[in-house]
């Protein structure tokens, strides 16, 4: 990505993962335009232009987005993740990814795992998951 007019504009891409991006639709894109079809991020500030280390002689940035795959049943095995995904699966983002049809399945699924509990921040889970996911 380089930076125009106070703007970032996606100048060129390589896809290596999972999903449908099309480098060849994205160039010449600027930030907000890239990610318009993302639900809420714009609204929420999910998604803001970022302003990680510049490459030295052009000033541009390099945007490495890095995506995991998790098969359903694999997060219903860590109650935190369940818990997490309960409460954070709108409508919205469910229709942009695909599984808008699955949701209420989903979250029927997920509710028992959780009790209401707190959950802590990050990906890793509580300590006590992980001694039951051991054995």
């Known amino acids: 990505m380089d930076q125009r007019d106070d703007i970032l504009w996606v100048n060129a891409g390589l896809v290596t993962a999972q999903a449908d991006w099309?480098?060849?639709?994205?160039?010449?894109?600027?930030?907000?335009?890239?990610?318009?079809?993302?639900?809420?991020?714009?609204?929420?500030?999910?998604?803001?232009?970022?302003?990680?280390?510049?490459?030295p002689r052009s000033n541009a940035l390099v945007f490495p987005i890095r995506c995991y795959l998790c098969s359903f049943?694999?997060?219903?095995?860590?109650?935190?993740?369940?818990?997490?995904?309960?409460?954070n699966l709108p409508e919205e983002p469910a229709t942009y990814k695909g599984f808008i049809a699955n949701r209420?399945?989903?979250?029927?699924?997920?509710?028992?795992?959780d009790e209401g509990q707190p959950t802590s921040p990050?990906?890793?889970?509580?300590l006590e998951t992980e001694a039951a996911l051991q054995e």
């Open 104 to 113: 209420p399945m989903m979250l029927d699924d997920l509710s028992q795992f």
């Open 22 to 55: 099309s480098p060849d639709f994205d160039i010449g894109m600027n930030f907000f335009e890239w990610h318009a079809p993302v639900p809420m991020a714009l609204e929420k500030g999910i998604v803001v232009p970022a302003q990680i280390p510049r490459l």
């Open 122 to 126: 990050g990906v890793w889970p509580e």
């Open 73 to 87: 049943q694999d997060v219903m095995r860590v109650p935190k993740w369940s818990r997490r995904l309960h409460r």
